[in-house]
């Protein structure tokens, strides 16, 4: 059998990511229950066999999606950043901003809040995924409270950097799950501000609107 030619392996790529993009969208509005596969090879133009061909099940393209999320928030919230650890007040109030571009895609934010308890069983197709992010959102955590320590911006010096990232994590979880519940009576980004600035000395900086808006 032949091999793909340079240009089919090109074809091929832009129609995954054509898919992933439609899926993306679609589990971001509608939800991810709700959208059938069929819908998404509509929304972007294949054949249920070309869909299936790039992912043989929901689950695996319920992956891509998940990986493509973090992808779009890594090249915008550390987009011109120093990098997690290297600016401690840089790093939160990019946390805050992208807090509140969650709130634009409700689907997203309803898909991670159901799939991030339904992962904590080991045999989840989304198990590992959730394992990883934690675990790097942990450690991203840690290393920008402790420049914030370095620098004497904690108001208690003696409180775990890691301890304080977990904590914040699960603020970050509630309050997405709240917001879910009621929308107009949780401010997720306000509520996050008020907390770290309960634990910095300083006020964090604000992100430019337009900056924000393209978290």
Known sequence: MP????????SGRRRRDQVVSAAFTAFGTVGYRQTSMSQIAADC???RAGLFHHFPTKESLLEAVLDERDRRHSLRFFEGAPGPG???LDH???LVALTGANATTPGIVSLYA???AEATDPAHPAHAYFVRRY???RRHLTMAFEDL???GLLRDSS???LRLAEEIIAIMDGMQIQWLLSPTAVDMPGRLRERLTEIIRVELPEVPPTRAAEL
């Open 3 to 10: 091999e793909p030619s340079p240009r089919g392996y090109a």
């Open 45 to 47: 133009g294949v054949s």
């Open 86 to 88: 290297h600016d401690g």
């Open 92 to 94: 939160f109030a990019r």
């Open 114 to 116: 159901v799939l991030s």
């Open 135 to 137: 675990e790097n959102s």
């Open 149 to 151: 320590r370095s620098r």
């Open 159 to 161: 409180v775990d950097g």
